[in-house]
Protein backbone atom coordinates (compact mmCIF):
# COMPACT_ATOMS: atom_id res chain seq x y z
CA UNK A 1 0.00 0.00 0.00
CA UNK A 2 1.19 3.43 -1.09
CA UNK A 3 1.90 6.11 1.68
CA UNK A 4 -0.32 8.78 1.76
CA UNK A 5 1.23 11.92 1.05
CA UNK A 6 1.11 14.87 3.61
CA UNK A 7 0.33 18.12 3.41
CA UNK A 8 2.95 20.68 3.89
CA UNK A 9 3.30 22.72 6.99
CA UNK A 10 3.14 26.27 6.79
CA UNK A 11 6.26 27.81 8.91
CA UNK A 12 5.42 31.39 9.21
CA UNK A 13 3.06 33.94 7.85
CA UNK A 14 3.20 37.70 8.23
CA UNK A 15 1.54 40.46 5.82
CA UNK A 16 1.86 39.17 2.45
CA UNK A 17 4.02 37.19 3.17
CA UNK A 18 4.02 32.64 3.66
CA UNK A 19 6.23 30.43 4.14
CA UNK A 20 5.65 27.10 3.65
CA UNK A 21 8.22 23.65 4.82
CA UNK A 22 10.46 22.63 2.03
CA UNK A 23 9.53 25.70 -0.12
CA UNK A 24 12.59 28.26 -1.43
CA UNK A 25 10.51 30.81 -2.00
CA UNK A 26 7.85 32.73 0.21
CA UNK A 27 4.14 33.10 -1.24
CA UNK A 28 1.14 35.83 -1.39
CA UNK A 29 -1.42 33.75 -1.18
CA UNK A 30 -1.12 29.93 -1.02
CA UNK A 31 -2.69 26.60 -2.20
CA UNK A 32 -1.99 23.56 0.05
CA UNK A 33 -3.01 19.86 -0.79
CA UNK A 34 -1.69 16.54 -0.19
CA UNK A 35 1.94 16.06 -1.49
CA UNK A 36 2.24 20.07 -2.12
CA UNK A 37 1.80 23.70 -2.78
CA UNK A 38 1.98 26.47 -4.74
CA UNK A 39 0.72 30.07 -5.59
CA UNK A 40 -2.91 31.04 -5.25
CA UNK A 41 -3.52 33.44 -8.70
CA UNK A 42 -6.89 34.61 -8.27
CA UNK A 43 -6.76 35.90 -11.52
CA UNK A 44 -6.59 32.01 -12.78
CA UNK A 45 -10.29 31.70 -11.68
CA UNK A 46 -11.00 35.08 -11.38
CA UNK A 47 -11.57 36.10 -7.95
CA UNK A 48 -11.75 38.76 -6.08
CA UNK A 49 -12.84 39.92 -2.21
CA UNK A 50 -16.58 40.14 -3.40
CA UNK A 51 -17.67 37.77 -4.38
CA UNK A 52 -14.89 36.01 -2.77
CA UNK A 53 -13.22 32.38 -3.19
CA UNK A 54 -14.51 30.91 -6.12
CA UNK A 55 -15.77 26.94 -6.45
CA UNK A 56 -12.90 26.24 -9.44
CA UNK A 57 -10.68 27.61 -6.69
CA UNK A 58 -10.66 24.29 -4.97
CA UNK A 59 -10.75 21.76 -7.74
CA UNK A 60 -7.13 21.35 -7.30
CA UNK A 61 -6.82 20.77 -3.83
CA UNK A 62 -10.20 18.20 -4.65
CA UNK A 63 -7.99 16.61 -7.40
CA UNK A 64 -4.98 15.81 -4.84
CA UNK A 65 -7.29 14.26 -2.62
CA UNK A 66 -8.25 16.35 0.37
CA UNK A 67 -11.06 15.59 2.24
CA UNK A 68 -11.31 18.79 4.60
CA UNK A 69 -10.72 22.08 2.86
CA UNK A 70 -9.61 24.96 4.78
CA UNK A 71 -10.78 28.52 3.20
CA UNK A 72 -8.60 31.36 4.91
CA UNK A 73 -10.74 34.76 4.83
CA UNK A 74 -7.49 37.50 5.19
CA UNK A 75 -5.97 38.64 8.19
CA UNK A 76 -9.41 40.74 8.60
CA UNK A 77 -12.20 38.82 7.15
CA UNK A 78 -12.04 40.90 4.11
CA UNK A 79 -11.87 38.10 1.12
CA UNK A 80 -15.23 36.54 1.62
CA UNK A 81 -16.30 32.70 1.20
CA UNK A 82 -19.31 32.65 -0.73
CA UNK A 83 -22.49 29.86 0.32
CA UNK A 84 -22.14 28.00 -3.53
CA UNK A 85 -18.54 27.66 -2.22
CA UNK A 86 -19.16 25.76 0.71
CA UNK A 87 -21.87 23.89 -1.02
CA UNK A 88 -19.79 22.76 -3.94
CA UNK A 89 -17.18 21.51 -1.43
CA UNK A 90 -19.61 19.18 0.40
CA UNK A 91 -21.27 18.64 -2.72
CA UNK A 92 -17.55 17.00 -3.77
CA UNK A 93 -18.35 14.60 -0.46
CA UNK A 94 -15.45 17.21 1.78
CA UNK A 95 -15.77 19.36 4.36
CA UNK A 96 -15.37 22.80 4.52
CA UNK A 97 -13.93 25.20 7.41
CA UNK A 98 -13.59 28.81 7.04
CA UNK A 99 -11.81 31.06 9.38
CA UNK A 100 -9.57 34.14 9.41
CA UNK A 101 -6.05 34.00 8.38
CA UNK A 102 -4.39 32.89 12.00
CA UNK A 103 -7.19 30.67 12.59
CA UNK A 104 -6.52 29.09 9.53
CA UNK A 105 -2.94 28.53 9.47
CA UNK A 106 -3.36 26.80 13.08
CA UNK A 107 -6.40 24.55 11.86
CA UNK A 108 -4.51 23.88 9.13
CA UNK A 109 -1.16 22.49 10.43
CA UNK A 110 -2.35 20.50 13.18
CA UNK A 111 -4.79 18.78 10.42
CA UNK A 112 -2.06 18.58 7.84
CA UNK A 113 -0.54 15.86 10.50
CA UNK A 114 -3.22 13.26 10.44
CA UNK A 115 -5.37 14.35 7.51
CA UNK A 116 -5.69 14.76 4.10
CA UNK A 117 -6.13 18.66 4.50
CA UNK A 118 -5.96 21.23 1.61
CA UNK A 119 -6.10 24.97 2.05
CA UNK A 120 -6.43 28.41 0.33
CA UNK A 121 -4.36 30.85 2.54
CA UNK A 122 -4.85 34.80 1.63
CA UNK A 123 -1.87 36.67 3.41
CA UNK A 124 -3.39 39.79 3.54
CA UNK A 125 -6.54 41.52 4.46
Same mark, same amino acid.
Request: charged share 20%.
Given at each position: ?11 ? #??? !?????? /? &?????? +??? %??? @? ?6 ? #??? !?????? /? &?????? +??? %??? @? ?35 TPEA ?21
Amino acid at each position: MAARKLSPKITN #QSW !GKLEVK /G &VPKAYK +DAK %LFP @GGSRTWDW #QET !GTEHSP /G &VQPSDV +DEL %LEH @GARIIILSRGVFGRLKVPQTTIDYIKAQGAQALVHKTPEAIQVYNQLCETQPVGALIHSTC
